[in-house]
């Protein structure tokens, strides 16, 4: 409970690039916002992902709303992860995905859509 007090703490100064919140009931339920990347079509976004520990955190992973393909969310979780990197690790690889590989153009105007509509 202390390590996810500290990560909040240090997610919530004034040098962290997240909007970080947590449900004042329960210490293991957080919802950060991640500003979309500059340069890319996510950008000038919000997105929000809500995200749940587990009691034995940090030797479990902890767990998202919706469909983050992260390998550290899974089958490569390390307790001396934080969570901050794995937030890093979000913004940093929102453009990968299928149509990012098979047809750029389609990607970039559907990412553009979707980040005006709902972020």
């Excluded at 047809?103 to 105007?109: A, I, T, V, W």
Aim: proline share 5%; hydrophobic share 35%; glycine share 8%.
């Amino acid at each position: 409970m202390q390590r996810i007090e500290k990560e909040f703490k240090d997610m919530t100064s004034k040098d962290s690039v997240y909007i970080i919140g947590r449900d004042s009931n329960d210490l293991f339920k957080w919802n950060a916002m991640i500003q979309g990347p500059d340069g890319s079509p996510y950008a000038g976004g919000m997105f929000s992902i809500d995200i749940k520990f587990l009691k034995n955190y940090p030797f479990q992973h902890p767990s998202s709303e919706g469909s983050i393909c992260l390998d550290i969310l899974k089958d490569n979780w390390d307790p001396p992860l934080i969570v901050e990197k794995t937030q890093t690790r979000c913004s940093s690889c929102a453009g990968i995905g299928e149509l990012f590989k098979n047809n750029n153009f389609l990607f970039n105007q559907r990412a553009q859509n979707w980040t005006g509509r709902y972020a």
